[in-house]
Structures are given as structure tokens and as C-alpha cells.
């Protein structure tokens, strides 16, 4: 119940066109749901994150769907670039205790944008 | 915002040798903090979490006499490799968020520790 699935493992698209890359939960009680960028040798960076009462939120290329009834959500990279071409985690949330967080990640997708 | 600083980037030592790792929020007060390993190609593997002033949380088959984590401030924690060995050698990766208290808090994570122990 507290894993997170995603998929693909790798992906190859052609510069401009759309990445999508898609993640499921199985826990109701995940509330929040990030997506981080790594590049090789550094950290992953917050990219983008969303709530379960929304259900698309946008950022500049980048576009989150939420399907909660689905416990479904996906990320969208319009006009991809070679320079997107990372690793991509999604990951899921839930409240411990009165101040803290518990994160699942998901296994990350291999992103690679053609020039 | 929300900057976490992580020292040293790279070390090599030999085997046998203790390695500390520092894990700094710059501009927040991060309530709690995790400690990662990640494997080439592969995801992160959550190896602890630690909230300041109590002692970390360690997930099933991390042990936590060869890897203690330290988080005395708000703004720091530490990990320390003891008697570390080859099979030590890794990437290691802190994160930091804030008090939930206030609302959903992301992660934020540092660039990471190569570890080589030779």
C-alpha cells in the first residue's frame, strides 16, 4: 500500500515533442504529490507538485493531471528539449504525526530528449 | 528559498575509516530531515529520517550502528559511515523539509555525497 508505481522505466522522444510519464498510488492517505528532475551526479530538484483537490497544474512546460478517483497522476513536458533529458521521480505524501511527512518515491523514469 | 547544502560532494578513504557527512538547510528550518542511498541508475532508497532533537528512525535492514545520524539543529544533520568498507561505497543523499504544520512541504534535497572507500 505504500509503494508507488511508475512508468515507463525509459523514455526516448524527439525534440519538441510531449514527454509523459505516469505514476499510481494505492494509499487514500497520500495527500501530496511531488515530482523531482535529477540530473547525474546531483540531487533531485523539486519541479512541480500537486494536491488532490486539483486536478492539473501547470508550470511553464510543465504539466501535472491528477486523477484521484484513478489514484492516478502524470506528468506532462510540452516542447521537450535535450536539455530535459534527466531522471524523473514522482512521489507520494501523507502527514506523520502533528509536523512531519512520510515520502514514497517512485522507482524514476530515464528520460531522453533527441536533438 | 529552500537551499540544502551537503559537504563533502566526494571522498575517498580507505577502508577501515569513519566518513561524516553534513547536511545543511541554508534559509528554512527544516523539521526533519532524510538520508538517502541511491545505487547507479537506480531510485533512492530511504535509509533514515530524522526530526531535530529525537533520534532518527531507521528503515528495516539499515543499521544503525554503522550509520549514525546525528540531527541537533534545525538546520543540520549528519551521517556517519563507521568502519566503513567497500560495500559502503555509494551515493549518498540528504533532503530537508519544513514543519507541515503550515501546509503540504516538499523535499528539498542536497547534491549528494559520492562515497569510494577503497
Known amino acids: 500500500q505504500q509503494q508507488v508505481k511508475q512508468s515507463p522505466q525509459s523514455l526516448i522522444v524527439q525534440k519538441g515533442g510531449i514527454s509523459i510519464i505516469n505514476c499510481a498510488y494505492e494509499n487514500t492517505a497520500f495527500d501530496y504529490f511531488p515530482w523531482y528532475q535529477q540530473f547525474p551526479g546531483k540531487g533531485p530538484a523539486l519541479l512541480i507538485a500537486i494536491r488532490p483537490d486539483v486536478s492539473e497544474k501547470k508550470e511553464g512546460r510543465f504539466t501535472i493531471s491528477f486523477n484521484k478517483s484513478a489514484k492516478q497522476f502524470s506528468l506532462h513536458i510540452m516542447d521537450s528539449q535535450p536539455g530535459d533529458s534527466a531522471t524523473y521521480f514522482c512521489?507520494?505524501?501523507?502527514?506523520?504525526?502533528?509536523?512531519?511527512?512520510?515520502?514514497?518515491f517512485g522507482p524514476g523514469t530515464r528520460l531522453s530528449v533527441l536533438p | 528559498g529552500a537551499v540544502v547544502s551537503q559537504h563533502p560532494s566526494w571522498v575517498i578513504c580507505k577502508s577501515g575509516t569513519s566518513v561524516k557527512i553534513e547536511c545543511r538547510s541554508l534559509d528554512f528550518q527544516a523539521t526533519t530531515m532524510f538520508w538517502y542511498r541511491q545505487f547507479p541508475k537506480q531510485s533512492l532508497m530511504l535509509m533514515a529520517t530524522?526530526?531535530?532533537?529525537?533520534?532518527?528512525?531507521?528503515e528495516q535492514g539499515v543499521e544503525k550502528d554503522k550509520f549514525l545520524i546525528n540531527h541537533a539543529s534545525l538546520t543540520l544533520s549528519t551521517l556517519t559511515v563507521t568502519s566503513a568498507h567497500p560495500e559502503d561505497s555509494s551515493f549518498y543523499i540528504c533532503?530537508?523539509?519544513?514543519?507541515?504544520?503550515?501546509?503540504?512541504?516538499?523535499?528539498?534535497f542536497g547534491d549528494g555525497t559520492r562515497l569510494s572507500i577503497l
Open positions: 530524522s526530526n531535530e532533537g529525537s533520534k532518527a528512525t531507521y
Open positions: 512521489a507520494a505524501s501523507m502527514k506523520v504525526n502533528n509536523y512531519g511527512q512520510n515520502f514514497v
Open positions: 533532503s530537508a523539509s519544513r514543519d507541515r504544520t503550515y501546509g503540504n512541504q516538499p523535499q528539498h
